[in-house]
C-alpha cells in the first residue's frame, strides 16, 4: 500500500527566510499529492496540489516539486511568515482508489522573528 | 465560502456510552470521509463514502460505523466508546476540479473516560 512520510517534525526558520517542507512516498503508482496547511485547533486546509505528470506546480508564496525518481515531494514557501506557523502535511492517492488519501505523519514550521 | 461544519467542537463521553459526531456539508460533494489524528500518527482514515446509503472501511475502522442517509450528512458512530477512542475526529468531503481536494471540518476534540 502508499506509505507518505515526511522527513523532519519540526523546522523553525527565520522570518523572511524560505521555508523547504519534505515529504517522501513509497508507491510509485501514486496519482495526486497534496500539501495541506493546519493551524492550532482547527482542520487541515489545502494550500496546493501536484499531478504525477507534472513537476512542478507554483501557487501564491508556494511551489511544490515532484521527483518520481527519489519519490520525494517538497512544499517551497517564499518569505516565510509568522502566519505560515503551522503543521504541514503532504498526502498522496494512489492509483486506483479514487479520493482516497493517505497522509504522512506531519511536519512543523516555526517561524522565528 | 464552502463549508464543511461538524456537530461539536469539543466531547466528553463515558466508557460504554453510543456516541455519534455529526457532519455537514454543503458543497454538494459525492465524497465525504472520517478521520482521527493522534500525536505522531497523522490523520488515519476511518471511513469513507462515495455517494449515499455507500460506505468504504478505511485504514482502522474497527470500533467504528458510519450512516449516510443523505449527500451532505455523514456521521460517525461509535457503538460502545472506548478510552483508546479519545482523539481528534476530522471530517472531509471532496468533488473538486479533480476530484480530490479534500475540505475539512474544524473537528472534534472527543474524550472518552
Known amino acids: 500500500g502508499e506509505s507518505v512520510g515526511l522527513h523532519l517534525p519540526t523546522l523553525s526558520v527565520q522570518e523572511g527566510d524560505n521555508s523547504i517542507i519534505n515529504c517522501a512516498y513509497s508507491?510509485?503508482?501514486?496519482?495526486?499529492f497534496i500539501w495541506y496547511k493546519q493551524e492550532s485547533g482547527k482542520g487541515p486546509q489545502f494550500i496546493i496540489d501536484i499531478r504525477s505528470n507534472m513537476d512542478k506546480r507554483q501557487g501564491q508564496r508556494v511551489t511544490v516539486l515532484l521527483n518520481k525518481t527519489v519519490k520525494h515531494l517538497s512544499l517551497q514557501i517564499a518569505a516565510t511568515q509568522p502566519g505560515d506557523s503551522a503543521v504541514y502535511f503532504c498526502a498522496g492517492i494512489p492509483t486506483g482508489t479514487a479520493s482516497k488519501l493517505t497522509f504522512g505523519t506531519g511536519t512543523r514550521l516555526q517561524v522565528t522573528l | 465560502d464552502v463549508k464543511v461544519t461538524q456537530s461539536s467542537r469539543y466531547l466528553v463521553k463515558r466508557t460504554g456510552e453510543k456516541v455519534f459526531l455529526e457532519c455537514v456539508q454543503d458543497?454538494?460533494?459525492?465524497?465525504m470521509f472520517w478521520y482521527r489524528q493522534d500525536p505522531g500518527l497523522g490523520l488515519r482514515l476511518i471511513y469513507f463514502s462515495y455517494d449515499v446509503k455507500m460506505k468504504e472501511k478505511g485504514d482502522i475502522p474497527e470500533g467504528y460505523s458510519v450512516s449516510r442517509e443523505k449527500k451532505e450528512r455523514f456521521s460517525l458512530i461509535l457503538e460502545s466508546a472506548s478510552t483508546n477512542q479519545t482523539s481528534m475526529y476530522l471530517c472531509?468531503?471532496?468533488?473538486?476540479?479533480?476530484?480530490?481536494?479534500?475540505?475539512f471540518g474544524p473537528g472534534t476534540r472527543l474524550t472518552v473516560l
Open positions: 458543497m454538494d460533494h459525492e465524497n
Open positions: 472531509a468531503s471532496s468533488g473538486g476540479e479533480w476530484g480530490n481536494e479534500q475540505f
Open positions: 508507491n510509485s503508482a501514486s496519482d495526486y
